[in-house]
């Protein structure tokens, strides 16, 4: 029986039938560091133990892109009705259309996708209409080729936030419940990387049969300890050196049941802690994310896990950095870090001009 593994891609640019081998092959080096999975290649461990689904948005947020670099002028103009701050901050930008480097590389490539997703509503809208079309198919192909539920979520970066939204439309797909009904059929696991769905939580509809406050993350049926969860399991990943992940930090309070919360450290290289690679080498990240995902909670014991463990610490000595301090500024003084649209954009900007 194959797991069935749904990955959903973080920020930037994601050449189709691509994006989706860097994320597989980290997910296999990681388990062939233990057994039964060591003994076995890589191509095996593939082909035997997985069935990995690839959800991508890349294609919506491509034609804004283009419209955007083509001088439609319409997409600009509409992020501006929708944020007249966040329109000024990015004006400049915009004319940078042929820059390829820099911040302004940084802003085609990565930047805009963010800012789309949490400034423009058709945007967040269609990007959120096209995933749940995407999980829907994959879940349906699932039950008939398995004859049951092995459904995991493995989604990254700013796809945390994007499948958290096309869950909770999942739910009521097309205005009724259907097979989403958790009682006919409910995720193993959702495992949030690098976990930014507070940071990027919905500031308007995404669907039109749902309210707002359903989009709201805190409160939302991916609460596993909820009587309507239509999740068994929910693991959110955030690193204590990663910038994206500390403003409006995923933490509920009141979330008991099936909830883990997991907290890295160490890195070997600040500008590639975000990355989805990066987060998966850490043993404190992938040894719950294989058990979960294989099905096989008593793996990554022993001999084996204090070996990975040992070498990756020799191999990641930075544990603290400054780094980021402009950036982390733009909050200093908000504690609850209530960060406004405008904020959370030169937030954004402040970490891309550090990157590159």
Not at 129 to 142: F, H, N, P, T
Request: glycine content about 6%.
């Amino acid at each position: 029986m194959k797991q069935y593994v749904f990955l959903v891609h973080g920020m930037g640019e994601h050449q189709a039938n691509e994006w989706q081998r860097p994320y597989i092959d980290a997910i296999v080096a990681a388990a062939r560091n233990y057994e039964p999975f060591a003994s076995r290649s890589k191509e095996e461990v593939e082909s035997e133990f997985f069935e990995f689904v690839p959800i991508s948005y890349n294609s919506v947020f491509d034609e804004y892109r283009t419209r955007w670099k083509t001088g439609s002028g319409t997409v600009a103009a509409r992020i501006t009705a929708e944020s007249n701050t966040v329109g000024k901050i990015f004006e400049a930008l915009a004319e940078s259309a042929g820059s390829e480097e820099g911040v302004e590389g940084f802003f085609w490539s990565h930047l805009l996708d963010p800012l789309l997703w949490h400034t423009l509503k058709e945007a967040r809208c269609a990007v959120a209409a096209d995933v749940v079309e995407q999980l829907g198919k994959g879940v349906q192909r699932m039950y008939a080729e398995e004859r049951t539920n092995t459904a995991h979520i493995v989604a990254h970066s700013l796809g945390t936030s994007v499948v958290h939204d096309a869950l909770v439309a999942l739910r009521f797909w097309n205005g009724h419940e259907g097979l989403f009904d958790p009682r006919s059929h409910k995720w193993v696991s959702v495992s949030m990387v690098a976990n930014v769905s507070r940071f990027l939580e919905a500031r308007i509809k995404v669907d039109p049969h749902l309210h707002l406050e359903d989009f709201k993350v805190y409160r939302s049926v991916l609460n596993p300890g909820d009587p309507g969860a239509i999740v068994d399991r929910y693991w959110s990943y955030t690193h204590e050196l990663d910038p994206f992940t500390r403003p409006r930090h995923f933490h509920p309070g009141n979330w008991t049941k099936g909830y883990h919360r997991i907290v890295a450290e160490r890195t070997n290289r600040v500008e590639a802690v975000h990355d989805f690679d990066h987060y998966l080498a850490n043993p404190r990240v992938h040894i719950p994310l294989l058990r979960e995902i294989t099905g096989r909670p008593a793996m990554c014991t022993g001999p084996e896990m204090a070996k990975v463990w040992n070498d990756f610490v020799d191999a990641n000595p930075v544990t603290a950095t400054q780094v980021f301090d402009a950036a982390k500024a733009i909050f200093s003084d908000d504690p609850e870090q209530k960060m406004s649209a405008a904020d959370a954009i030169r937030y954004l900007y402040e970490v891309f001009e550090v990157l590159s």
